[in-house]
């Protein structure tokens, strides 16, 4: 007994080692567990705030270069302002007559009313663009120093002033230092500065040449200068407009000996052109940038703050734009999410130990062991549910996506993962301008508020990437309510459709191709009207364009006017090729054969009522015409086109019996049967061709001969 007690203890004590024992193992393992989920999540947020910096390099890029577009294109402006006074004729001619006079205005004829009128014409052009700055007491017609912050001035070559405006900045300090080391004969600026009186103007200079001279440096005879205040301009284009980020901020800066200038005002108030900070500041993000224009990089501000920037060099002027963000800002939801995983993680870690302990004091719980096994095939089930809807959708050709109110991924199949860099699991989460970039989620969002608000799916085709790489793209936005599973949200199934929209533009041309292959047929058997469907096609086209018809509606008279003989081929070549005069029944055959073009047509699919067009040819504005006596806005706007453009044709075109009519004399003819034949909007289109666009001239060819006459 007392043998059996003691094997007794012993078996419990064993057992109780073998559980404490068990108990140790497990707080390891889950001690290891531990430490390498940690190193796990850290690595997985370091991934993620690559990614996240690879983002935040496209949307500061693409602010950048906007930015860069509107101040390259303001300065342009600029340019264009002083060149359009430059190439002024009596500027010219003054300067030419100054010139020819080596320099002494009074050899000049009229040479004060000509000043005169070249300093009002700058001050007009000065105060309509800008250029004024304050007007002193009088104006300025000799080179006097003015202390001024703005104007327009005209100066000989040797830099001195013919006429100026008032308020005119005078012709000394940087203004003349840019003179004394321009390239004649080429567009200069002066890059910005800060007056006497406090104001941060720049200039431009354009050379003036002579009247009939060449634009070359040896044949300027002076030139022109434009100075104005200038940060108002530049402040409010580098401004981005709609910017959700608090610290974003663009500033222009350009080097000023070792160090460095911000030509624009800065956040913390600094006016423009009132701080610079030595090239040699440490991490310092402007120095990054003018030696990296078009770089990207974390460093630090003028206030010591760590940021995001990138750098864009200006075209016109010798600045780099830079755009920046708080890296704090910028890069808060990755520190969230990374916050969120570890604790996520520790509290998982924590939940498994208790329910490890739970499970060790409680194994043998039947309702435990059934709760488990519950447990265990929900997650078989759920597991094999979304394996099976992951298999189904990554199968397809298109992008499928769902996302809720906030534009964050709740869904993402294979195919819309493709070309963002980012695996499918790690887009959930995230929202559409941190996937795809702020510019198309933009437009993806408008397209999913549409859909929620009207309850039906919205369709959107957009035409994605550049020349090289352009793609078009048909994306259906579906609602999706709240299920409470899902929170309500919108579907997007994003289908490529570039093969198809390809496709039909091929099938386009081999119409076409098909059309002029027929028009050569007829063409052949008839060789007294060669190439007349072709001309016919040509004018009904510049009608119908002039007319503002649509583009399927313009194509139809293209299509109509260029088969519109093809019934001729049951016509017998003997007839079309006689010269002599037709019996009555002979010129029916000849005018039904257009009603056999339309019956020859007649299954042929177009997209628009070419047919129905052939058959209304014949009709006539006044009810007169064949075959149905059709009259007035009954007959279609194609079929009134074609007629006048065939009767034009066919008077304008030589004939081998006859010469053609001119243009004009055609034309006359067509006005007499205006109301009568004609509809009088067409006619009046084709005289509006004729006359100003350019028809006459492209026209003429018609009434050469027509062995030398071209198509």
Do not use: C
């Amino acid at each position: 007994m007392a043998q059996t007690s003691q094997s007794i203890a012993a078996g419990i004590e064993e057992k109780g080692r073998r559980a404490r024992r068990i108990v140790l193992m497990a707080g390891i393992l889950l001690g290891l567990v531990l430490v390498l989920g940690v190193i796990v999540v850290l690595r997985f947020v370091a991934n993620e705030r690559d990614r996240d910096l690879i983002g935040w390099q496209v949307r500061l890029g693409i602010v950048a270069d906007s930015r860069v577009a509107a101040i390259d294109d303001w300065l342009d402006a600029q340019y264009r302002i002083v060149r359009e006074l430059a190439e002024n004729p009596t500027v010219q001619l003054y300067l030419t007559e100054l010139a020819l006079s080596d320099g002494d205005a009074a050899g000049v004829a009229d040479g004060e009313a000509q000043t005169g009128y070249i300093r009002n014409l700058a001050t007009a052009t000065a105060e309509r663009e800008g250029f004024m700055g304050p007007r002193p007491a009088a104006p300025v017609a000799a080179n006097i120093p003015v202390a001024a912050n703005g104007g327009i001035a005209v100066i000989d070559p040797l830099g001195r002033l013919v006429a100026g405006t008032a308020g005119l900045p005078a012709l000394e300090g940087p203004i003349a230092a840019a003179l004394a080391t321009r390239v004649p004969g080429e567009k200069s600026i002066i890059d910005a500065y800060r007056t006497a009186a406090g104001e941060v103007v720049m200039g431009f200079i354009w050379p003036v040449h002579g009247v009939q001279a060449d634009a070359k440096a040896g044949d300027e005879i002076g030139a022109v200068i434009g100075v104005r205040p200038v940060v108002a301009e530049l402040e409010r284009r580098i401004i981005q407009p709609g910017e959700t980020a608090r610290t974003a901020e663009s500033e222009i800066v350009r080097r000023a000996g070792d160090g460095i200038e911000y030509v624009t005002g800065l956040r913390d108030g600094t006016p423009a052109l009132m701080r610079i900070l030595a090239g040699n500041t440490p991490d310092l993000d402007t120095a990054f940038a003018l030696g990296n224009p078009g770089g990207f990089a974390e460093r630090r501000d003028y206030a010591g703050n760590a940021v995001l920037a990138v750098a864009r060099a200006v075209k016109t002027a010798p600045w780099v734009l830079v755009r920046k963000v708080d890296t704090a800002e910028a890069l808060a939801e990755t520190r969230y999410r990374t916050r969120v995983l570890l604790v996520v993680f520790l509290g998982a870690i924590a939940f498994v130990g208790i329910v490890v302990v739970a499970v060790w004091r409680h194994g043998t719980s039947v309702r435990a062991a059934q709760a488990a096994e519950q447990f265990r095939d929900m997650a078989d089930r759920f597991s094999r549910l979304f394996t099976f809807m992951r298999v189904v959708t990554d199968s397809q050709p298109t992008a499928i996506a769902a996302v809720d109110q906030q534009g964050r991924y709740t869904f993402a199949n294979r195919e819309a993962a493709a070309g963002t860099g980012i695996e499918t699991e790690e887009m959930l989460g995230k929202t559409l301008a941190a996937v795809i970039g702020p510019i198309r989620a933009k437009g993806l969002e408008q397209q999913n508020r549409r859909a929620r608000e009207t309850g039906s799916t919205v369709v959107e085709i957009e035409a994605v990437g550049d020349d090289e790489t352009k793609r078009i793209l048909k994306t259906a936005h579906v609602p999706l309510p709240d299920s409470g599973d899902f929170v309500d949200g919108v579907l997007m199934v994003t289908e490529d459709i570039t093969d198809l929209v390809n496709e039909r533009a091929r099938r386009e041309r081999i119409l076409k191709q098909l059309t002029a292959t027929l028009v050569a047929v007829i063409d052949r058997r008839d060789p007294y009207s060669a190439n007349h469907s072709a001309r016919v096609a040509e004018v009904s086209r510049d009608i119908a364009e002039e007319m503002g018809l649509s583009a399927v509606e313009v194509e139809t008279v293209e299509i109509a006017a260029s088969v519109m003989n093809l019934g001729k081929i049951a016509v017998p070549a003997e007839l079309l090729t006689r010269q002599g005069a037709l019996s009555e029944e002979e010129m029916r055959l000849i005018r039904d054969s257009i009603l056999t073009s339309a019956d020859l047509l007649d299954g042929v699919e177009f997209d628009g009522p070419v047919v129905q067009t052939l058959r209304q040819l014949q009709e006539h504005w006044d009810g007169t015409g064949v075959p149905h006596g059709l009259s007035g806005d009954a007959i279609l706007p194609m079929a009134r086109i074609v007629s006048v453009a065939n009767a034009f044709v066919g008077m304008a075109s030589a004939r081998a019996w006859r010469p053609g009519l001119a243009p004009e004399k055609a034309a006359d003819a067509l006005m007499r049967d205006v109301g009568a034949r004609f509809d009088r909007a067409a006619v009046a289109a084709l005289l509006n061709v004729l006359e100003n666009r350019g028809g006459r001239a492209r026209w003429a060819r018609f009434g050469e001969p027509p062995r030398a006459a071209g198509v």
